[in-house]
């Protein structure tokens, strides 16, 4: 599975960017992808996750209500809308997926076999 996430860049604080992660290799059945980021000196951090054959989706606490994960199965995408961006929203986002993840696991980075490249997201203040 290769995974390509974009959609990266500069945005005001109050702004929105919507990333992208573009899966190929292989036919997701029963997988989940998931959003991460990562800070310059902190951990990965958790923020979304859907899977592949539901619509069900699973948040962290600190984007519920700003950010939406959404997919497209017929371009193999997935989404993520991010809304009233702040300055501590800056850091290089990830998207994963791994198969089979119980909802309870789907915010644990050690769950997800496969990961994209990253892109930058900076919020100005």
């Known amino acids: 599975v290769q995974l390509q996430a974009s959609g990266g860049g500069l945005v005001q604080a109050g702004g929105s960017l919507r990333l992208s992660c573009a899966a190929s290799?292989?036919?997701?059945?029963?997988?989940?992808v998931g959003w991460f980021r990562q800070a310059p000196g902190k951990e990965r951090e958790f923020l979304a996750a859907?899977?592949?054959?539901?619509?069900?989706?699973t948040y962290g606490d600190s984007v519920k209500g700003r950010f939406t994960i959404a997919r497209d199965n017929a371009e193999n995408t997935v989404y993520l809308q991010m809304n009233s961006l702040k300055p501590e929203d800056t850091a290089v986002y990830y998207c994963?997926?791994?198969?089979?993840?119980?909802?309870?696991?789907?915010?644990?980075?050690?769950?997800?076999?496969?990961w994209g490249q990253g892109t930058q997201v900076t919020v100005s203040s």
């Open positions: 859907i899977k592949w054959n539901s619509r069900h989706t």
């Open positions: 994963a997926a791994g198969s089979s993840i119980i909802t309870s696991s789907q915010g644990m980075a050690s769950q997800y076999a496969y």
């Open positions: 290799g292989r036919t997701f059945r029963n997988h989940v």
